[in-house]
């Protein structure tokens, strides 16, 4: 089924670990993202990639990084993890970073940090 | 600073009657407007979309009205099901074509 995958569903993690949240997506989406969902914020910008090899920095990047190799995957990272960056988080694709592309959303990893 | 704002948290409505959501915006150079609709351990999904030169778009049971003056949208549902339940963010494209999100609104439609 095309669509995008998240990895893990779910994780409990101590305070100070590094974490990789993992991304796929297989609609040969150009366009990839990573937002935090949080009660009574909703859905917040932490890093994009317009193309492979590109990245650029959303509205809440610190404490987070990223990468983009190639077309299909999309890892966040956050190094040394804190106790504010438990959250849900979700991954999204579009075709291109262009005004009109509809962004798919991945299923979401709930975070928690201890 | 929100942008784009959403200051219902939580809409309870009955089956067979219309649902209103509504979005404040406060940057007039966002020209593209979306609704997405959120089930619980899912993703969103794209609801409906509706550029600024128009001021309403309609799917089926969901109408979106765009008021540029006031700064303000809504998305209605006719006639609300229970199956509409759900979370239901606004969102505004940037210039750059990212996606600025209200805090979402939860909708229960009870039967």
């Known amino acids: 089924i095309a669509g995008i995958t998240q990895a893990p569903t779910s994780q409990i993690l101590a305070a100070g670990r590094r974490m990789t949240l993992r991304c796929t997506q297989d609609m040969r989406h150009n366009a990839m993202y990573w937002y935090r969902q949080d009660l009574g914020l909703g859905l917040r910008l932490i890093h994009y990639s317009n193309t492979a090899g590109t990245t650029g920095k959303g509205e809440v990047p610190d404490g987070y990084s990223v990468s983009r190799a190639n077309t299909d995957d999309f890892p966040l990272t956050l190094a040394s993890a804190v106790p504010s960056q438990t959250s849900v988080y979700f991954c999204?694709?579009?075709?291109?970073?262009?005004?009109?592309?509809?962004?798919?959303f991945g299923p979401g990893t709930r975070l928690t940090v201890l | 600073d929100q942008q784009v704002k959403q200051n219902s948290p939580s809409l309870s409505v009955q089956e067979g009657r219309i649902s209103i959501l509504n979005c404040d915006y406060t940057n007039s150079m966002f020209d593209y407007f979306l609704w997405y609709k959120k089930y619980p351990a899912e993703g969103p999904t794209f609801l409906i979309s509706i550029s600024s030169i128009k001021d309403k778009n309609e799917d089926g049971r969901f109408t979106v009205f765009l008021n540029k003056s006031a700064k303000h949208l809504s998305l209605h549902i006719v006639p609300s099901q229970p199956g509409d339940s759900a979370v239901y963010f606004c969102a505004a494209k940037d210039q750059g074509g990212k996606l600025i999100f209200g805090q979402g609104t939860e909708l229960s439609v009870k039967p």
């Open positions: 999204a694709s579009s075709s291109t970073g262009a005004s009109r592309d509809e962004q798919f």
